[in-house]
């Protein structure tokens, strides 16, 4: 029998999260204390499609779905196996509730691929990818609901996103260590606070419950994997742990394991 794995929703960052020593030593350290997963399941804020669609179930190239950047980030490879059988098993749970399709040469984006070069450097655990067919909290909450039963089959669920997402805000000449604004600071603190009274029905109508919301987020889908993995982990949200915290470039990175 698999070891039963935690879920998790942790900040992805953009490419240059590799040049942050601070952020990969975070992540690396994260996943060593993890039991080893048989397959790694991501939900990324970068792929809204639907129907509920899954990815490449063996190895393609990466999506480098960014523009603008040095040429070196266009040159990281992650090479992780394919999951055929978890894809399998994804399209088994959610298919009587919500039609699947399959996109096979879309590779890891970099939503996906970002964290897992730090966590799982040697790209031999399987991985999946599957879109949001939607950013409605509680529909993406009962996606969740409907994987839960992969963490028994040693499937850890990731969902990655950003807990506080709006570039317009961000100065990049200003540094990783740059003063949050207001708005970014009292999002955190309620998403912490709310996150520690098992608050799920406060998480999920964040967008009338959270201070300034459309600050924080001018569109939810950084926000939206939380809701997945919040609805995989519906039993243990209760216990729950930060690994990662504080700001990068005025962002929260603040990170979740449910245990």
């Keep these: 029998m698999s070891e039963r794995m ?10 240059p999260l590799a040049d942050d020593p601070t952020w990969t030593g975070q992540l690396a350290g994260w996943s060593a204390g993890l039991p080893r997963p048989t397959a790694i399941l991501m939900v990324s804020a970068h792929w809204e499609q639907a129907p509920l669609t899954l990815g490449a179930t063996s190895t393609v190239p990466l999506t480098y779905d960014f523009w603008g950047f040095p040429e070196r980030y266009y040159q990281v490879r992650y090479p992780a196996p394919g ?27 970099h939503g996906a691929y970002v964290p897992l070069v730090e966590m799982y450097p040697d790209a031999d655990v399987p991985v999946l990818q599957i879109s949001m067919p939607t950013l409605d909290p509680r529909k993406l909450f009962e996606v969740g609901r409907l994987l839960a039963p992969l963490r028994d089959e040693g499937v850890l669920i990731v969902g990655s996103g950003f807990l ?16 949050p604004a207001s708005f970014m600071t009292e999002f955190d603190d309620w998403a ?48 729950h742990r930060t690994p990662v915290a504080g700001f990068w470039y005025g962002l929260s990175k603040r990170s979740v394991q449910f245990d």
């Design 164 to 179: 506080t997402h709006n570039l317009s805000c961000v100065d990049f000449g200003a540094g990783v260590d740059a003063a």
């Design 83 to 109: 999951a055929p059988e978890l894809a399998a098993k994804v399209r088994r749970l959610v298919g009587t509730a919500y039609p699947t399709r399959d996109e096979p040469d879309r590779g890891l984006d």
């Design 6 to 15: 935690p879920v998790l929703y942790l900040g992805h960052g953009a490419p």
């Design 192 to 239: 912490a606070r709310t996150l520690a009274d098992g608050d799920v029905d406060g998480l999920l109508d964040f967008a009338h419950q959270a201070p300034a919301p459309r600050l924080a987020h001018p569109r939810s889908e950084h926000f939206a994997p939380l809701f997945v993995s919040l609805g995989a982990a519906e039993d243990t949200i209760a216990e």
